[in-house]
């Protein structure tokens, strides 16, 4: 398999996670955001919204990190980012598609550099920007982690899930900003226990090969 990614990139990051974790070589193919290499006439080729990740699996092309982690958890079952049962399977894509759907859009590089560009909005404001829909966020995810965590270690049930997986990049991502995390102990301890897994730890963005 081959990942279009970028070490900062925390959608590029929850999929290398769900690589790792199912013991999957893959070659790292790094298109730099800031240098606009993702939108290069050759990778719109491949990937039309010029987002990453993309990942391309003998010559099949897929992008947006939940449909890749999902394919992966198809084609390679073990071991499972999802629970056997069918509102378990819901509970887990719930707390993830709140980072995915509505954390991660809000503070996403194209969105920040739209405020900062066209909008004119000054660097303090930008960061504000970002920490209030950290908090936000992150306020309702800590409830679901205490109503579904059994060992505070993973989100749910006390198995890894694919809410795990989008929970890391997020974490750290809050740490860059320097957000306020003390309200939410149970989402910085389960964060903790999973970066010090080898698959989390090898995905980290300073690990890649075009970390600069």
């Given at each position: ?79 499972p980012f999802l629970p056997a049962d069918a509102l378990g399977r819901a509970t887990v894509r719930s ?45 309702g995810l800590e409830e679901l982690a205490r109503r579904h965590s059994r060992d505070g270690r993973f ?58």
């Open positions: 398999m081959q990942l279009y990614t970028f070490w900062r990139s925390s959608a590029a990051f929850r999929v290398r996670i769900a690589l790792n974790l199912k013991g999957i070589r893959f070659e790292s193919i790094s298109k730099t955001l800031g240098k606009a290499a993702h939108r290069s006439a050759e990778y719109l080729a491949l990937n039309p919204q010029g987002l990453i990740p993309t990942l391309v699996d003998e010559g099949s092309v897929l992008s947006q990190s939940l449909a890749i982690i999902e394919y992966l958890d198809e084609t390679h079952p073990a071991p707390m993830a598609q709140a980072i995915a759907c509505d954390i991660h859009p809000l503070n996403n590089l194209r969105v920040l550099n739209y405020l900062k560009g066209p909008l004119a909005h000054d660097e303090a404001t930008v960061t504000a920007w970002y920490r209030h829909w950290i908090a936000a966020g992150f306020t989100l749910y049930a006390g198995e890894l899930s694919m809410a795990d997986i989008y929970l890391v990049p997020q974490v750290y991502n809050a740490r860059r900003f320097e957000c306020d995390l003390s309200p939410f102990p149970t989402l910085v301890a389960i964060s903790a226990a999973l970066e010090a897994r080898p698959a989390f730890e090898a995905a980290r963005p300073e690990a890649q090969p075009d970390a600069t």
